[in-house]
């Protein structure tokens, strides 16, 4: 029975070679690295984004009235001036 022994070349051009593949290696896994910071960033923010409108949706939805409620629905928050009964009884011609 042989033994199999692997064929080694020791040359400076290989060396080279496997060294310029490690560096490209290592400038596209920083390259990658750094696409996943940034995106782990903009995930952060947009789930903040989410929670300030979940928040602002559920301030409105406090605000709502009970279905019971007939009077006029405000959800800007800006005073409403009460309608004037003399204004409902505009003349209307025949």
């Given at each position: 029975m042989t033994?199999?022994?692997p064929q080694v070349r020791n040359d400076a051009a290989e060396s080279d070679s496997?060294?310029?593949?490690?560096q490209r290696l290592s400038h596209k896994?920083?390259?990658i690295s750094d696409a996943v910071k940034a995106l782990?960033?903009?995930r952060n923010q947009l789930e903040i984004k989410i929670e300030d409108a979940q928040k602002r949706i559920q301030h409105i939805?406090?605000?709502l009235p009970d279905q019971?409620?007939?009077?006029q629905l405000n959800l800007l928050g800006e005073p409403?001036?009460?309608?004037?009964?003399e204004d409902d009884?505009?003349?209307?011609?025949h």
């Open positions: 033994e199999y022994t496997i060294a310029e593949s490690l896994i920083q390259l782990r960033q903009d939805l406090s605000r019971s409620d007939g009077r409403v001036t009460p309608p004037n009964p009884n505009e003349p209307t011609t």
